[in-house]
């Protein structure tokens, strides 16, 4: 059984920052891509960043030099840096880890909540 643990949500001024961990439980075999996506109260889930199995990044453009994804297989888990935090930041973090067989895992989210 495979179970992702996000954790290191929380209230934030803007202008701070939080890092976000996300512990994969078991073994997963042909990750493909590990993401982080968010998702605000009335809209739609969106990708944030992603990171695939030869370390290339990607950001939407929202995040793209404030955030900062990254990995350490050893612990089989994935960090989302988040510095500059704004208002519109403020959403539940889920973190996906993709396989190269089509299926996916997600976590059950953090609430990350930033104040004006």
């Known amino acids: 059984q495979v179970e992702l643990m996000e954790s290191g949500g929380g209230l934030v001024q803007a202008g701070g920052s939080l890092t976000l961990s996300c512990a994969a439980s078991?073994?997963?075999?042909?990750?493909?891509?590990r993401a982080w996506y968010r998702q605000a109260p009335g809209k739609q889930r969106e990708l944030v960043a992603q990171?695939?199995?030869?370390?290339?990044?990607g950001y939407s453009g929202s995040v793209k030099g404030r955030f900062t994804i990254s990995r350490d297989s050893a612990k089989n888990t994935v960090y989302l840096q988040m510095n500059s935090l704004k208002p519109e930041d403020t959403a539940v973090y889920y973190c996906?880890?993709?396989?190269?067989?089509?299926?996916?895992?997600w976590g059950q989210g953090t609430q990350v909540t930033v104040s004006s």
């Open positions: 996906r880890h993709g396989l190269l067989s089509g299926r996916a895992y």
């Open positions: 078991g073994s997963i075999v042909g990750i493909n891509t």
């Open positions: 990171i695939t199995s030869g370390g290339i990044t």
